[in-house]
């Protein structure tokens, strides 16, 4: 999927007309979608507050709220429902008589109580200026002051939709963004991703032709590109996964990247480390207790796929290194091993099928080792980090860049603030494991799935989450992904 501008999102919703579908069933289709999807999102709503603006992307919030059934709904329209126009006046026609509906060109606090939902559907893409209309701005300091969690329709009111820039004088703070057809450039740059909150697609059966924008990842995708299990398959024939990390500095690493492998669908798990793992392990995995300067060579011949580096500490080595890079199937190179790649970058051998994952803090002195220019942005130094090292390259952070050798770069749009703390890049790399080993898989694919369920699992409401509890959430994740449910 690419990013589109607000011009090209347009020009696609003309086509759709042009080739018979109906405006308004794609204001519908958008807004049933939206309520179905928050729906899933907020089953403990205790009230849905929609908060409707003039245009269009109020007509998208009224369709939603005639179709939100697992609580009370109450409608704030910015104007009389008899002045909407267009595609939105059939919206508010629709709308059942039952759902109370109030005028109010602003709300105030009293309008809102605790366990409210409020749905945006203020502005949309319609907003491209310095500054929105005092009474929206009033309405958006409201929202923002409330503590509620916000889902905004196509984009958070006050966010240009190309650039991402926010309005001098407010934008709405959302928990969720459900975006139409496409993502919306603005959306993944300058202040729109910090304001979307978790951002998903909504396919309203929009047809993409040529694309010009950025690469990204959605949870579209995710669907689309999840590996097949077959129904004759056996545990050998899911992806053979070898976890050698850990060490008596940071033995919780391997334990976290094993478990992830696990519980990510790997068949067999074995996990090597000179720490003693013994009480940290789940029943299925393998261990193997390492004396130092041992090597775990008769896992690596039964195994397809190497997850190695996690909590290496001073344990890591030139000659670890060497050896992990000898092993016969997909690499997957984190934290410790990256660093060994930094400080022996002549022992690097070019393959097809090595994935490395680092932070911006690795990513650096991967840079200076190869003698890099300084990029100009997470997804060019992304892209020549894939190309000089042939590797599949995962840039962790905020929107996660993915790049291939090949020179493919995308942003994963999953993730949250949640996931800065310790250990969660040894899951990631359990769980990038676990899929490579999967048939019918490419270690850019496998990183991409990966870096997308490991996002999801980090962007629940419910509490501050810690690295242990990951593993089995990312196992929810891949699961709905799998079945193509609510993400």
Not at 262 to 287: H, Q, T, Y
Request: charged fraction near 20%.
């Amino acid at each position: 999927m690419y990013t589109s501008t607000v011009a090209g999102i347009r020009e696609l919703e003309k086509k759709a007309v042009d080739s018979g579908v109906p405006e308004y069933e794609l204001m519908r289709r958008a807004g049933v979608m939206a309520a179905a999807w928050i729906e899933a999102m907020f089953p403990d709503a205790g009230r849905f507050v929609v908060v409707a603006g003039g245009g269009n992307n109020g007509g998208d919030a009224l369709v939603a709220a005639a179709n939100l059934t697992s609580a009370p709904v109450k409608v704030f329209a910015v104007k009389p429902l008899s002045e909407y126009s267009g595609c939105a006046a059939k919206a508010a026609m629709d709308l059942p008589e039952n759902i109370p509906v109030t005028v109010k060109k602003e709300l105030c606090s009293s309008d809102l109580q605790p366990g409210d939902v409020i749905i945006d559907g203020l502005l949309g893409i319609g907003f491209s200026g310095e500054r929105v209309r005092e009474n929206i701005a009033n309405s958006i300091e409201v929202i923002n002051r409330s503590h509620l969690p916000v889902a905004a329709l196509d984009l958070p009111s006050g966010i240009n939709g190309d650039t991402g820039k926010a309005a001098e004088n407010g934008v709405v703070k959302a928990y969720c963004t459900l975006t139409f057809g496409a993502v919306k450039t603005g959306l993944i740059t300058a202040s729109g991703s910090a304001y979307r909150g978790c951002l998903r697609l909504l396919d309203i059966g929009l047809a993409h032709g040529q694309e010009s924008g950025e690469a990204v990842f959605t949870n579209v995708d995710a669907v689309k590109v999840f590996p097949e299990i077959p129904v004759n398959c056996h545990k050998n024939s899911r992806g053979r996964v070898t976890v050698w990390g850990g060490s008596p500095e940071y033995p919780g690493a391997a334990a976290l990247a094993a478990e992830a492998a696990l519980k990510s669908g790997a068949g067999i798990v074995r996990c090597a480390s000179e720490a003693d793992l013994s009480g940290r392990l789940k029943n299925a995995v393998i261990f193997r207790k390492l004396s130092g300067g041992d090597y775990p060579e008769d896992f690596f011949a039964n195994s397809d796929v190497l997850v190695c580096g996690c909590g290496w500490g001073s344990c890591a080595g030139k000659d670890k290194l060497q050896k992990a890079l000898s092993f016969h199937g997909v690499t997957v190179l984190d934290a410790d091993a990256l660093n060994c790649v930094s400080q022996h970058p002549e022992v690097w051998q070019k393959r097809h099928d090595v994935i490395i994952t680092p932070h911006p803090g690795e990513a650096e002195r991967l840079r200076v080792a190869a003698g890099l220019a300084v990029a100009g942005s997470r997804r060019e130094l992304a892209a020549e980090l894939a190309l000089y090292y042939g590797a599949v390259t995962v840039l962790k952070g905020r929107d996660t860049v993915v790049a291939s050798p090949a020179g493919e770069v995308f942003t994963v749009v999953a993730g949250s603030q949640l996931l800065a703390t310790a250990g969660s890049g040894d899951v990631l790399a359990g769980v990038i494991g676990a899929l490579a080993g999967q048939p019918g898989i490419s270690p850019l694919e496998a990183a991409l799935l990966g870096v997308y369920a490991h996002g999801a699992a980090g962007e629940g409401k419910d509490h501050i989450l810690i690295a242990d509890e990951l593993p089995e959430i990312v196992s929810c994740k891949l699961q709905k992904i799998r079945y193509n449910n609510f993400i």
